[in-house]
């Protein structure tokens, strides 16, 4: 199984500041990587898929990098509703699997 | 417009059963593989099962491996998930979504509301 490492647990910032996620993969996973925006009571949201494509609809603050066994998320300027939970997830082989989440709080 | 509605979810006592449903609208339903995921109380995301688009491939994790069994009927739109032997841990929010991408099996693009199963005595 692949296992992913999100850095850091937890991220407290302010809006308008600039926020770096991370997510370290266990083995490379080429560039099936995706990442996730998720809501206390709403369903999860696709942000980013293939390491680097923005999703459908996806606000051009947010963007990803990396291949192989790095990836990292980026938010340009906080808005706020960017707090939330995020998680990567791999799709590279089976099983799929998540990341443990980053929780971005407001600082 | 893509839409997900997953059902079925309930209190059940452990060792029961349950049988989830999910039913799509708003896109060709048969040309993309389906999977459920779950999210236990203060947990994170679980991936728990993907079908292809016949039904004919069929995936699971390991905690849910030889409980639970994942169907569709694409005349019908619908997602199912049979959920047997239930236990406690398996209390949770199950989602369904749906694999985007040019041949249906790329990430999760769409997502269901989701259902809650709580397994209690």
């Known amino acids: 199984e692949i296992g992913l490492t999100q850095s850091p647990a937890t991220l407290s910032l302010s809006p308008g500041e600039r926020a770096t996620l991370s997510c370290r993969a266990s083995q490379s996973i080429a560039s099936s990587l995706a990442w996730y925006q998720k809501k206390p009571g709403q369903a999860p949201r696709l942000l980013i898929y293939?390491?680097?494509n923005r999703a459908t609809g996806i606000t051009a603050r947010f963007s990803g990098s990396g291949s192989g066994t790095d990836f990292t998320l980026t938010i340009s300027s906080l808005e706020p509703e960017d707090f939330a939970v995020y998680y990567c997830q791999q799709r590279n082989k089976w099983p799929i699997t998540f990341g443990q989440g980053t929780r971005l709080e407001i600082k | 417009e893509v839409q997900l509605l997953e059902s079925g979810g309930d209190l059940v006592q452990p060792g029961g059963s349950l049988r989830l449903s999910c039913a799509a609208s708003?896109?060709?339903?048969?040309?993309?593989?389906m999977n459920w995921v779950r999210q236990a109380p203060g947990k994170g995301l679980e991936w728990v099962s993907t079908?292809?688009?016949?039904?004919?491939?069929?995936y699971y994790g390991d905690s849910v491996k030889g409980r639970f069994t994942v169907s569709r009927d694409n005349s019908k739109n619908t997602l199912y998930l049979q959920m047997d032997n239930l236990r406690a841990d398996d209390t949770a929010i199950y989602f369904c979504?749906?694999?985007?991408?040019?041949?249906?099996?790329?990430?999760?693009?769409?997502w269901g509301q989701g259902t809650l199963v709580t397994v209690s005595s």
């Open positions: 708003g896109f060709t339903f048969s040309s993309h593989a």
């Open positions: 979504a749906r694999r985007g991408g040019i041949d249906g099996w790329g990430a999760f693009d769409s």
């Open positions: 079908i292809g688009t016949t039904g004919g491939n069929i």
């Open positions: 293939d390491g680097s």
